[in-house]
């Protein structure tokens, strides 16, 4: 877990917990939360990823959801504005819906808007094409920090807006001593929370369901930075989100991943942060 507790841990501070995405740990965040110098920014690793990697399964949306509950009582905290990325788009909002009463509102990010796959879906072929480079590295043996860092630098959706602090959520990525460098992402919890994420209708229902106050921001390219975004204007349209309550926002000049890495893309995320405080 990272903790960036702003001017400090009181109660007149509002607490702003973070789920990440599917193949990424705690210090996505990062910019984001300093941006956000007002708030306790809280962003745990998913289990499975970072520093929880050891911590084991079950994987599944409900699972992480639940540990961002345990993240809070850990710390105290009784109620707190609640965020996600990507995956941690769905990871917040099911948390929202199975603990009302924890949250004041929810920032989904680019992530937690979804369809059941068509029968026969190879989840494996979905998750290659999707991700790219975030599955690669997960059956790759690295020899050393350089050889792991160098598709990320050259990323096309990171190589704009890549900086120390994007090279650091990077590096926490990285398990073994050299020669034998690998991904601190565990390959069946990808595989676990992909599924689930994709095919349990309560999760891909829960942005239905939202029951505080929401903002959904989605990015205007993809995960690659091809001109098409994981959600088009037609299919966010389509999902009616407005007669669910949820604030809709269109974030131009973005990708999948500098909507949160980026400086445009983190003003807009922490605009919809500070509306709901």
């Keep these: 877990m990272t903790r960036w507790p702003g001017p400090g841990v009181a109660e007149s501070t509002p607490t702003v917990i ?6 990424a740990n705690g210090l996505a965040w990062a910019p984001v939360a300093e941006t956000l110098p007002e708030v306790d920014f809280v962003a745990p690793d ?3 990823r970072g520093h929880s990697r050891d911590v084991g399964g079950p994987y599944s949306i409900g699972a992480h959801a639940d540990d961002l509950i345990r993240t809070l009582d850990h710390l105290g905290v009784e109620r707190a504005t609640l965020m996600g990325h990507s995956m941690g788009g769905w990871v917040a909002a099911v948390a929202a819906v199975r603990y009302p009463e924890r949250f004041g509102g929810v920032v989904l990010v680019d ?3 979804g369809y059941p796959l068509p029968e026969g879906t190879d989840l494996d072929q979905l998750l290659d094409s999707l991700l790219g480079p975030a599955m690669a590295k997960l ?3 690295f020899t050393s920090r350089e050889e792991f860092l160098a598709p990320w630098r050259n990323h096309p959706s990171l190589v704009d807006v890549y900086s120390p602090t994007v090279e650091a959520y990077q590096e926490r990525d990285i398990i ?3 020669p034998e460098l690998r991904s601190a992402c565990i390959l069946d919890a990808v595989r676990d929370d992909a599924a689930d994420e994709l095919q349990n209708p309560d999760v891909i229902g829960a942005i239905h369901r939202l029951p505080m106050p929401a903002v959904f921001l989605y990015a205007e390219r993809g995960l690659l930075n091809e001109p098409a975004g994981l959600y088009s204007p037609e299919v966010v349209a389509a999902a009616k989100l407005a007669d669910a309550g949820v604030d809709v926002r269109f974030v131009p000049d973005v990708n999948h991943y500098s909507i949160l890495l980026g400086d445009r893309g983190i003003a807009a995320v922490a605009e919809a942060v500070r ?3």
């Design 18 to 23: 973070a789920a990440h995405g599917i193949t």
């Design 46 to 48: 998913l289990r499975g």
């Design 111 to 113: 992530g937690g808007l």
């Design 139 to 141: 059956r790759t043996v």
């Design 176 to 178: 073994g001593t050299e």
């Design 275 to 277: 509306a709901l405080l």
